[in-house]
């Protein structure tokens, strides 16, 4: 069971203020740490310069990585007030929301491909469970790699991979109160500390009671991580992070388009589609823990070994609002019953899964080295990767309990189901082992050519609701992956790659001819060219054009009782332009913007009114810009501003309908000063300032496709003083 635990910002400032006194750490252990200037602002000269821990690519810096990779720094995120993964999307063009609805794990998608949950967050480089409420409170910065990552992760969708960097030991301590508009109220603390020259550790905690903007959806969050370092000797070190949260909130239901053709209007954004008084909230507890040994046998080899545990139980809870099958106005059958009806009528449903678990174990072992071979230099990365996934399941209930209105000012009351969940039983046994190697190869002093490959065996067995097989399945690929970069000028390099990846197959949608089947695992191809420019050290600029293809998976159209069969048939291709700009404009003047363009369609499918529009919930052209401004008149004062465009998007297989087109413009304000020799930071921010109606998301979920309303607006307001 779930268990969230209320507690007042007092004791929290008081937990704040516990000391943390120690001897200042000897050389040694400065010299092989990162010291943080507790509660300063600290201008990073070239954003994401560090090598990425998520790069498929081998180890590199953003200038010599072949890929579009956009990093996120701590900054940026506390100035935001980012805490949910759709947030963190609106801060790169290149992502949108893929089903994230409120008070319920959130997923996103990368280049119109929605990432995959079980492989596509990772935390240090290693796979976490995506089903969770990933926190952010331990994490320095967050690295966003763009596209075919079969090199770094093996079977995983092609859009990309997100990973979260954890905060490493050091001497800081610092406590952040915040609230918003709407009266949440919220509490972090970041201590560290170099408890001897060769230990260090840093502890993060977070307690959230947050007021949502929508009508009974208000939570609660707690949150501990505990993060250290061991230096072994002159050659080893030991990294550990461990991190476990609880939360509580109701889950808001999407909606969903009137007849299967009209978008809902004047939709009020604080209204709770099928609230019911004895919805339980969703529960979602989640621990997630990893290692990293890594041994320098020589100043060019180095070993590294890495293994991580990740779980989260979920108590899924929710008055589901969901299509039109018992309305009056879809009786005859002419309106299809998985959207809500012409009038606005919606069936609610009682649907109840306790303890549903996921979880993710990993293990990895590779050998980084230098060489050469005549004037050729080598950098070399081999290993072994193993995976395990598992998905323990209750049978669930889903009972339609009674029908409401989506203009309904309060939501009628219905009696809930009688009828309780199941035994638990494994629904799902996933299994990865996989062998890798990557070469750089550097030549001709301005060339480079990086040549790799990942061999993958994936053995996968699934179980129905009762736990008796269902499907064994093994499939072996070797998934090449080639870069090419030439170097330009001393600021200028200019990259070409190609990749393959693999992803499992969709499931089939309970409303179509085959009901629970998964499709075969398909096969994606990209290829990019891009240019990385820096100007200087602070400033980055990059473009990248790039195609990727997959089999196209849809629910097809045919004369069976059903009236559709999900196949695997025709080609899905994105074709996309990206330009990103990140740092210092002018000594004052910070800014991180990007757009994109993406023409993805669907080619060859059997079905000519799905071919030749764009594909759904993937808008053509997306920007988003973010600057921060030093104000010359008042030291400590800067103002900061935000804006986010989405072009319209398709919400019909058909392409017939749009959600509109939208503009969505951001304030604020940050204040730093000294009390008594207390460093402080105040930050203000204004989200949706001319509080614009949006559809921020027309993803889909178990094939069926919602509507999710953008936030109206909301001020938020932070304050974080160094003890």
Same mark, same amino acid.
């Given at each position: 069971?779930?268990?969230?635990?209320?507690?007042?910002?007092?004791?929290?400032?008081?937990?704040?203020?516990?000391?943390?006194?120690?001897?200042?750490?000897?050389?040694?252990?400065?010299?092989?740490?990162?010291?943080?200037?507790?509660?300063?602002?600290?201008?990073?000269?070239?954003?994401?310069?560090?090598?990425?821990?998520?790069?498929?690519?081998?180890?590199? #810096?953003?200038?010599?990585?072949?890929?579009?990779?956009?990093?996120?720094?701590?900054?940026?995120? +506390?100035?935001?007030?980012?805490?949910?993964?759709?947030?963190?999307?609106?801060?790169?063009?290149?992502?949108?929301?893929?089903?994230?609805?409120?008070?319920?794990?959130?997923?996103?998608?990368?280049?119109?491909?929605?990432?995959?949950?079980?492989?596509?967050?990772?935390?240090?480089?290693?796979?976490?469970?995506?089903?969770?409420?990933?926190?952010?409170?331990?994490?320095?910065?967050?690295?966003?790699?763009?596209?075919?990552?079969?090199?770094?992760?093996?079977?995983?969708?092609?859009?990309?991979?997100?990973?979260?960097?954890?905060?490493?030991?050091?001497?800081?301590?610092?406590?952040?109160?915040?609230?918003?508009?709407?009266?949440?109220?919220?509490?972090?603390?970041?201590?560290?500390?170099?408890?001897?020259?060769?230990?260090?550790?840093?502890?993060?905690?977070?307690?959230?009671?947050?007021?949502?903007?929508?009508?009974?959806? #208000?939570?609660?969050?707690?949150?501990?991580?505990?993060?250290?370092?061991?230096?072994?000797?002159?050659?080893?070190?030991?990294?550990?992070?461990?991190?476990?949260?609880?939360?509580?909130?109701?889950?808001?239901?999407?909606?969903?388009?009137?007849?299967?053709?009209?978008?809902?209007?004047?939709?009020?954004?604080?209204?709770?589609?099928?609230?019911?008084?004895?919805?339980?909230?969703?529960?979602?507890?989640?621990?997630?823990?990893?290692?990293?040994?890594?041994?320098?046998?020589?100043?060019?080899?180095?070993?590294?070994?890495?293994?991580?545990?990740?779980?989260?139980?979920?108590?899924?809870?929710?008055?589901?609002?969901?299509?039109?099958?018992?309305?009056?106005?879809?009786?005859?059958?002419?309106?299809?019953?998985?959207?809500?009806?012409?009038?606005?009528?919606?069936?609610?449903?009682?649907?109840?899964?306790?303890?549903?678990?996921?979880?993710?174990?990993?293990?990895?072992?590779?050998?980084?080295?230098?060489?050469?071979?005549?004037?050729?230099?080598?950098?070399?990365?081999?290993?072994?990767?193993?995976?395990?996934?598992?998905?323990?399941?209750?049978?669930?209930?889903?009972?339609?309990?009674?029908?409401?209105?989506?203009?309904?000012?309060?939501?009628?009351?219905?009696?809930?189901?009688?009828?309780?969940?199941?035994?638990?039983?494994?629904?799902? +046994?996933?299994?990865?082992?996989?062998?890798?190697?990557?070469?750089?190869?550097?030549?001709?002093?301005?060339?480079?050519?990086?040549?790799?490959?990942?061999?993958?065996?994936?053995?996968?067995?699934?179980?129905?609701?009762?736990?008796?097989?269902?499907?064994?399945?093994?499939?072996?690929?070797?998934?090449?992956?080639?870069?090419?970069?030439?170097?330009?000028? +001393?600021?200028?390099?200019?990259?070409?790659?190609?990749?393959?990846?693999?992803?499992?197959?969709?499931?089939?949608?309970?409303?179509?001819?085959?009901?629970?089947?998964?499709?075969?695992?398909?096969?994606?191809?990209?290829?990019?060219?891009?240019?990385?420019?820096?100007?200087? +050290?602070?400033?980055?600029?990059?473009?990248?054009?790039?195609?990727?293809?997959?089999?196209?998976?849809?629910?097809?159209?045919?004369?069976?009782?059903?009236?559709?069969?999900?196949?695997?048939?025709?080609?899905?291709?994105?074709?996309?332009?990206?330009?990103?700009?990140?740092?210092?404009?002018?000594?004052?003047?910070?800014?991180?913007?990007?757009?994109?363009?993406?023409?993805?369609?669907?080619?060859?499918?059997?079905?000519?009114?799905?071919?030749?529009?764009?594909?759904?919930?993937?808008?053509?052209?997306?920007?988003?810009?973010?600057?921060?401004?030093?104000?010359?008149?008042?030291?400590?004062?800067?103002?900061?501003?935000?804006?986010?465009?989405?072009?319209?998007?398709?919400?019909?297989?058909?392409?017939?309908?749009?959600?509109?087109?939208?503009?969505?413009?951001?304030?604020?304000?940050?204040?730093?000063?000294?009390?008594?020799?207390?460093?402080?930071?105040?930050?203000?921010?204004?989200?949706?300032?001319?509080?614009?109606?949006?559809?921020?998301?027309?993803?889909?979920?178990?094939?069926?496709?919602?509507?999710?309303?953008?936030?109206?607006?909301?001020?938020?307001?932070?304050?974080?003083?160094?003890?």
């Amino acid at each position: 069971m779930n268990r969230c635990y209320r507690i007042s910002l007092l004791t929290a400032a008081l937990s704040a203020a516990l000391p943390l006194h120690a001897s200042t750490p000897e050389t040694d252990a400065s010299d092989r740490s990162t010291t943080e200037l507790a509660a300063v602002r600290v201008q990073a000269k070239q954003p994401g310069t560090k090598d990425s821990q998520s790069n498929s690519f081998g180890a590199g #810096d953003w200038k010599n990585t072949p890929a579009s990779i956009t990093v996120l720094d701590r900054s940026l995120l +506390d100035s935001r007030h980012v805490r949910t993964l759709s947030e963190l999307a609106q801060n790169d063009a290149s992502l949108g929301d893929s089903y994230a609805p409120v008070g319920y794990y959130q997923n996103i998608a990368i280049r119109g491909f929605a990432l995959d949950t079980a492989t596509g967050y990772r935390f240090n480089g290693l796979t976490i469970a995506g089903e969770q409420r990933l926190a952010l409170e331990n994490v320095q910065q967050v690295e966003i790699l763009k596209g075919e990552a079969g090199l770094a992760a093996g079977v995983i969708a092609p859009g990309g991979v997100i990973n979260y960097v954890g905060k490493r030991p050091a001497e800081v301590r610092t406590v952040t109160f915040a609230t918003d508009s709407e009266g949440t109220r919220y509490a972090t603390v970041d201590v560290g500390h170099w408890v001897t020259p060769r230990i260090g550790v840093r502890f993060n905690a977070a307690w959230d009671d947050s007021a949502s903007y929508i009508d009974h959806a #208000d939570g609660r969050r707690n949150f501990y991580s505990l993060a250290t370092d061991w230096l072994i000797g002159e050659r080893g070190k030991l990294e550990v992070d461990a991190n476990y949260q609880t939360s509580a909130q109701r889950s808001a239901s999407g909606y969903q388009l009137l007849g299967a053709t009209v978008l809902p209007r004047n939709v009020d954004r604080k209204h709770m589609l099928g609230y019911q008084a004895w919805q339980q909230p969703v529960g979602i507890d989640s621990t997630n823990i990893s290692a990293l040994h890594t041994f320098d046998f020589s100043p060019t080899w180095q070993s590294r070994v890495s293994a991580s545990y990740s779980r989260s139980v979920i108590d899924d809870n929710v008055a589901f609002a969901y299509g039109c099958y018992y309305a009056a106005e879809c009786a005859d059958g002419s309106v299809p019953g998985n959207y809500f009806a012409p009038n606005g009528d919606y069936d609610i449903y009682d649907y109840r899964s306790p303890d549903d678990t996921r979880r993710n174990q990993q293990l990895r072992a590779e050998l980084r080295g230098r060489f050469n071979t005549g004037n050729v230099e080598h950098q070399l990365t081999f290993g072994a990767d193993y995976f395990d996934r598992t998905v323990d399941k209750r049978r669930n209930v889903n009972e339609y309990v009674g029908t409401a209105n989506i203009h309904d000012k309060d939501v009628p009351q219905f009696v809930p189901s009688p009828l309780q969940p199941g035994p638990s039983v494994r629904r799902l +046994d996933s299994e990865q082992k996989s062998l890798f190697v990557l070469d750089r190869i550097r030549f001709a002093d301005d060339w480079q050519w990086l040549a790799g490959g990942r061999f993958v065996r994936l053995d996968e067995r699934t179980f129905d609701k009762r736990g008796n097989p269902e499907r064994a399945s093994r499939l072996s690929r070797f998934l090449p992956q080639t870069a090419l970069i030439w170097s330009a000028t +001393d600021e200028l390099n200019l990259y070409a790659s190609y990749a393959q990846g693999i992803s499992l197959g969709q499931e089939a949608p309970f409303w179509t001819t085959n009901e629970g089947t998964f499709l075969p695992a398909v096969r994606s191809r990209q290829l990019e060219m891009g240019a990385k420019y820096t100007p200087s +050290d602070a400033l980055t600029l990059g473009a990248a054009l790039f195609r990727i293809s997959q089999p196209f998976q849809y629910a097809k159209p045919n004369d069976s009782d059903y009236g559709y069969t999900f196949v695997q048939e025709g080609q899905q291709n994105h074709i996309g332009l990206e330009l990103s700009a990140q740092g210092r404009i002018t000594e004052r003047l910070q800014l991180t913007a990007s757009a994109s363009a993406l023409r993805a369609r669907a080619r060859n499918t059997g079905t000519p009114a799905y071919e030749g529009h764009p594909l759904i919930n993937v808008p053509t052209t997306r920007a988003t810009l973010h600057a921060d401004y030093q104000l010359p008149f008042a030291p400590g004062l800067g103002i900061t501003g935000g804006w986010r465009y989405a072009s319209s998007n398709v919400a019909t297989a058909d392409g017939r309908v749009r959600a509109p087109s939208y503009n969505v413009a951001d304030v604020g304000l940050r204040f730093q000063h000294q009390l008594r020799e207390h460093a402080v930071n105040w930050n203000l921010s204004v989200d949706n300032v001319f509080n614009r109606f949006y559809w921020r998301d027309t993803g889909s979920s178990s094939g069926d496709y919602y509507l999710f309303p953008g936030a109206p607006r909301q001020a938020r307001l932070s304050v974080t003083v160094a003890l």
